[in-house]
């Protein structure tokens, strides 16, 4: 079993930054993929970006260019760090990670936390 617990969410003006973290707890984090999704008000939950076991990692058109994903298996943490954001750029933010040794996360869902991106 994997727990995922986000944090780093909230209120930021368009053009800004924020940078979210997921902790996983439970059993071998390093050989699992981690994801990002996000869900906006209304609208059906989206891919946003992830990143394997191996460091290879894969984004959103929407999202490409100004979002980055990165891990640290050694404090079992994932981060999304999101620069100039953009007012459809809000939604709540679920991390999620896969089955070890595969390349698709989507298995274990975090409870999220709400990004909002107004002036």
Known sequence: QVQ?????GGLVQPGGSLRLSCVASGSLFN???VGWARQALGKQ???VAQITRGGRTNYADSVKGRFTIARDNAKNT???????LK???????YCTAGPMFSDSPGDYWGQGTQVTVSS
Request: glycine content about 4%.
């Open 4 to 8: 995922l617990v986000e944090s780093g």
């Open 31 to 33: 050989l699992r993929p």
């Open 45 to 47: 939950r989206e891919f």
């Open 78 to 84: 994932a981060y999304l760090q999101m620069n100039d």
């Open 87 to 93: 007012p459809e750029d809000t939604a709540v933010y």
